[in-house]
């Protein structure tokens, strides 16, 4: 059965807390998905398609529990082979220019390592909501079937 790989970059929890969500409403449709905070190059490699879910750090940077395996990925160049992936970045957009700076790097490492978005980007704003589990939710009801 296909497996979807959720990859989390959490610094203070909340992407960590949004990826569990997604995991629940993943399994409620039938979906099978492992949730990874230390992945490794294998999870990635054996993940049939995959979701990124990370907050960003610094002035635009990766959390440090992906940063290693961030690094991996462009070092060892695992091609995706047109594999489905999708991105959810949580960021603040008080901090300009670096807003999901984190998210915006994963997804275009992903699609030279030449994935298939599923869909754009998607942009949670800490300035806009306080729940960001129920937009990247109500995000996920509409893209669900393509992760098949
Ligand atoms: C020290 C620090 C630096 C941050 N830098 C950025 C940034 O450069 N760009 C951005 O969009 N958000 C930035 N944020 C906001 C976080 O990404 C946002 O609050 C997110 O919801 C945190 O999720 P987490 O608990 O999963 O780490 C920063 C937050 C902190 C505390």
Same mark, same amino acid.
């Given at each position: 059965m296909s497996k979807i790989g959720i990859f989390v970059g959490s610094v203070y929890g909340n992407a960590q807390h949004v990826a569990e @969500?997604?995991?629940?409403v993943l399994s409620k449709h039938g979906l099978l998905s492992e949730v990874f905070v230390d992945p490794t190059l294998d999870d990635f490699k054996n993940a049939s398609s995959m979701l990124f879910i990370s907050s960003t750090t610094g002035?635009?940077?990766i959390p440090p529990n992906l940063e290693f395996f961030i690094q991996d990925l462009r070092d060892q160049f695992p091609l995706l082979e047109q594999k489905p992936f999708a991105v959810v970045g949580l960021g603040d957009s008080s901090y300009g220019e670096t807003y999901c700076g984190a998210g915006r790097q994963i997804f275009e490492l992903l699609i030279e390592l030449q994935g298939k978005p599923i869909t754009a980007l998607l942009e949670i704003d800490a300035c806009e909501t306080l729940e960001p589990e129920a937009e990247v939710v109500a995000w996920l @009801?509409?893209?669900l079937s393509d992760f098949a």
């Amino acid at each position: 059965m296909s497996k979807i790989g959720i990859f989390v970059g959490s610094v203070y929890g909340n992407a960590q807390h949004v990826a569990e @969500e997604v995991h629940a409403v993943l399994s409620k449709h039938g979906l099978l998905s492992e949730v990874f905070v230390d992945p490794t190059l294998d999870d990635f490699k054996n993940a049939s398609s995959m979701l990124f879910i990370s907050s960003t750090t610094g002035q635009g940077d990766i959390p440090p529990n992906l940063e290693f395996f961030i690094q991996d990925l462009r070092d060892q160049f695992p091609l995706l082979e047109q594999k489905p992936f999708a991105v959810v970045g949580l960021g603040d957009s008080s901090y300009g220019e670096t807003y999901c700076g984190a998210g915006r790097q994963i997804f275009e490492l992903l699609i030279e390592l030449q994935g298939k978005p599923i869909t754009a980007l998607l942009e949670i704003d800490a300035c806009e909501t306080l729940e960001p589990e129920a937009e990247v939710v109500a995000w996920l @009801e509409n893209v669900l079937s393509d992760f098949a």
